[in-house]
């Protein structure tokens, strides 16, 4: 089970963590992207589903900072 941190957040903190968690949601949706594509050529699915997994690595990351941005509300 995942730790939450909390912290006292303060707007500089919390901006930088809002724009990594944007880099975040961007690489997602190009990995996803990827992935389609991919599938879509017959790829090896054993290439896939690395793939796969390191997109669920994505969300867990955006999740959890997510989880650090929202502690306090």
Do not use: C, N
Not at 31 to 44: F, K, N, Q, T, V
Request: proline share 1%; no cysteine; hydrophobic share 40%.
């Amino acid at each position: 089970m995942a730790k939450t941190v909390k912290f006292k957040g303060s707007a500089p903190e919390d901006k930088k963590l809002t724009a990594i968690q944007e880099r975040l949601e961007s690489l997602k949706a190009d990995l996803a992207d990827l992935i389609r594509e991919y599938d879509e050529a017959g790829i090896d699915e054993e290439r896939l589903d690395a793939m796969t997994e390191a997109l669920d690595a994505l969300e867990d990351a955006w999740d959890g900072l997510d989880e650090i941005l929202h502690a306090d509300a």
